[in-house]
């Protein structure tokens, strides 16, 4: 079956990297682009997300945005709980299930982010933290997906090999049977294939390579081609 890409532009991107998505993704089954929030409010053939939202519904937040307010703008799927997020501002477990919860509220699909550091990645804990968060992030229920991203592995170049992509796939499978999983950190053109093949992932979350429209092109002509 054919695969997802979800591109995560971060705090990069431009109008001018939109119109290239523009005039090369026409009507793409499953392609959605994050770019920052800035520019979620175009008209686009490929389905627009956020990358991030503020975990109470409504208020005195200055600068942050709510899931309503993505909602109003129709808007269905944020990433929550990405651990750049955590890492420079400090959320912690509690808040990514408030975000995810809030999303849930306003109909928004949240694709929560969970994945070890390197240090426990060396000392063999992947499963154990993957364990925790997912006791700790995930709503009870709700039409959630999850995104696998070994903090390791993103903008280095570096990703685990597609034995323990799998393996932690495995594991995300047996606990959530029914819920889109995607891989994320370093996915590139030469390696998506590879990546796609393994079963139990659903997907890929594109960092670095969603900047450059000819290598997203790719990642996105292999994702169609996938067959398991
Ligand atoms: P890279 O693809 O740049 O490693 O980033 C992955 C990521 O963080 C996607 O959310």
Not at 8 to 20: A, C, F, R
Not at 30 to 48: D, G, Q
Not at 93 to 122: H, W
Not at 164 to 170: G, L, N, P, R
Request: proline letters at 4%; charged letters at 20%.
């Amino acid at each position: 079956m054919e695969k997802w890409v979800v591109a995560n532009w971060k705090m990069s991107g431009s109008k001018n990297l939109l119109d290239e998505y523009k005039k090369t993704f026409q009507n793409p089954k499953k392609l959605i682009v994050c770019p920052p929030s800035v520019y979620l409010n175009e008209t686009t053939e490929f389905i627009l997300g956020a990358q991030n939202i503020y975990h109470h519904p409504k208020g005195a937040y200055t600068g942050e945005i709510s899931a309503l307010m993505l909602n109003d703008i129709g808007i269905k799927y944020c990433i929550v709980g990405h651990s750049e997020r955590r890492q420079y501002f400090e959320e912690t477990n509690d808040m990514v299930l408030a975000k995810a919860e809030v999303c849930l509220k306003s109909s928004i699909t949240p694709i929560i982010c969970v994945g070890e550091t390197f240090e426990q990645y060396q000392a063999g804990k992947t499963i154990e933290i993957l364990s925790q968060q997912l006791r700790e992030c995930l709503p009870n229920e709700g039409n959630f997906w999850v995104a696998y991203e070994p903090v390791w592995a993103i903008g280095t170049g570096c990703t685990p090999t597609t034995t323990e992509i799998s393996t932690a796939h495995t594991f995300l499978r047996e606990k959530l049977p029914e819920i889109t999983l995607l891989y994320g950190g370093s996915v590139n053109e030469s390696n998506a294939g590879a990546i796609f093949a393994i079963a139990n992932v659903d997907g890929a979350l594109v960092g670095g390579a969603s900047l450059d429209i000819d290598k997203i092109h790719l990642i996105y002509q292999i994702a169609m081609t996938i067959k398991n």
